[in-house]
């Protein structure tokens, strides 16, 4: 059997490098891409060392969605696309400054989305593969003080949804994440309540799992679905006095 091969996008996240090596140590090829191809090569040859699976590495930039085309075009197709991409940003600063809420915005939502879409028609073309998004429990339902980031994570989490419906037909697999908290270099300066904080091995050992199972949607820490169903089972009459 041909070997299967994964492409990670955002590579130099502590998440992608967990799930590389999830994929890498079952016999998968790795291929790798981001925006600092310095820091992606010494990942690469990490996980190579550890694994003694090749890893390839490849420019990518989720805010250049005009070359997302030609960025496809160049890499041998992949099995599995997962998105990784992500930028927290800085939500006090998006309430006044337009530019930053953009760069959020296209960061969590119209990069990942419209560079999956990419990937989802040469695999519909091609028969098989599967799509892999990490989205955010954030964008289940916006909160004062995240809610630049979490509307993004929602119109992708949404746009997952939708494409999973189009394409179920075809054999052409979508998986929605949401990792809930994950010690990461993007949560280092918050304190994490530990029994709902994922560490980044396990957010790529459940994407592996549940890729291999053909789940639709996860929750790394299964608890998150239900602190979920609570929060936003809250009326907005109540909701919108809370401070979260
Ligand atoms: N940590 C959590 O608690 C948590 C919870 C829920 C969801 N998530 C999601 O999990 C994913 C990974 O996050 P993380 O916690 O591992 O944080 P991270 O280390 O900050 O990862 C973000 C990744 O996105 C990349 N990225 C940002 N802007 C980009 C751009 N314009 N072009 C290409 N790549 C870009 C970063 O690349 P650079 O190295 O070049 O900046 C980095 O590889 C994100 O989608 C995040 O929203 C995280």
Same mark, same amino acid.
């Given at each position: 059997?041909?070997?299967?091969?994964?492409?990670?996008?955002?590579?130099?996240?502590?998440?992608?490098?967990?799930?590389?090596?999830?994929?890498?140590?079952?016999?998968?090829?790795?291929?790798?891409?981001?925006?600092?191809?310095?820091?992606?090569?010494?990942?690469?040859?990490?996980?190579?060392?550890?694994?003694?699976?090749?890893?390839?590495?490849?420019?990518?930039?989720?805010?250049?969605?005009?070359?997302?085309?030609?960025?496809?075009?160049?890499?041998?197709?992949?099995?599995?696309?997962?998105?990784?991409?992500?930028?927290?940003?800085?939500?006090?600063?998006?309430?006044?400054?337009?530019?930053?809420?953009?760069? #959020?915005?296209? +960061?969590?939502? $119209?990069?990942?989305?419209? %560079?999956? &879409?990419?990937?989802?028609? =040469?695999?519909?073309?091609?028969?098989?593969?599967?799509?892999?998004?990490?989205?955010?429990?954030?964008?289940?339902?916006?909160?004062?003080?995240?809610?630049?980031?979490?509307?993004?994570?929602?119109?992708?989490?949404?746009?997952?949804?939708?494409?999973?419906?189009?394409?179920?037909?075809?054999?052409?697999?979508?998986?929605?994440?949401?990792?809930?908290?994950?010690?990461?270099?993007?949560?280092?300066?918050?304190?994490?309540?530990?029994? #709902?904080?994922? +560490?980044?091995? $396990?957010?790529?050992?459940? %994407?592996? &799992?549940?890729?291999?199972? =053909?789940?639709?949607?996860?929750?790394?820490?299964?608890?998150?679905?239900?602190?979920?169903?609570?929060?936003?089972?809250?009326?907005?009459?109540?909701?919108?006095?809370?401070?979260?």
């Amino acid at each position: 059997m041909a070997e299967k091969a994964v492409l990670i996008l955002g590579g130099t996240s502590d998440i992608a490098r967990a799930t590389a090596l999830a994929f890498a140590r079952r016999g998968w090829t790795i291929q790798l891409a981001g925006r600092a191809l310095a820091e992606l090569q010494r990942e690469a040859d990490d996980i190579s060392t550890r694994t003694g699976r090749p890893v390839s590495v490849h420019q990518f930039d989720v805010l250049s969605t005009g070359s997302f085309t030609a960025f496809a075009d160049a890499l041998p197709l992949p099995d599995v696309v997962i998105s990784v991409v992500g930028l927290l940003g800085d939500q006090p600063r998006a309430e006044t400054d337009l530019g930053h809420a953009a760069e #959020i915005m296209r +960061s969590n939502y $119209e990069g990942p989305a419209l %560079v999956l &879409a990419v990937f989802a028609e =040469r695999f519909r073309a091609r028969g098989h593969g599967a799509l892999v998004g990490i989205s955010s429990v954030a964008g289940d339902r916006g909160r004062g003080s995240n809610y630049v980031y979490g509307s993004a994570k929602a119109g992708f989490t949404a746009f997952l949804s939708g494409l999973r419906n189009r394409l179920a037909s075809s054999g052409i697999h979508v998986m929605t994440v949401k990792p809930g908290f994950v010690r990461t270099r993007m949560t280092e300066h918050m304190k994490l309540p530990p029994v #709902i904080t994922a +560490s980044p091995d $396990e957010v790529g050992e459940r %994407v592996f &799992a549940g890729l291999d199972r =053909r789940k639709d949607v996860i929750y790394v820490r299964p608890v998150w679905r239900l602190v979920m169903l609570i929060i936003c089972a809250i009326p907005e009459a109540v909701f919108k006095r809370l401070k979260l």
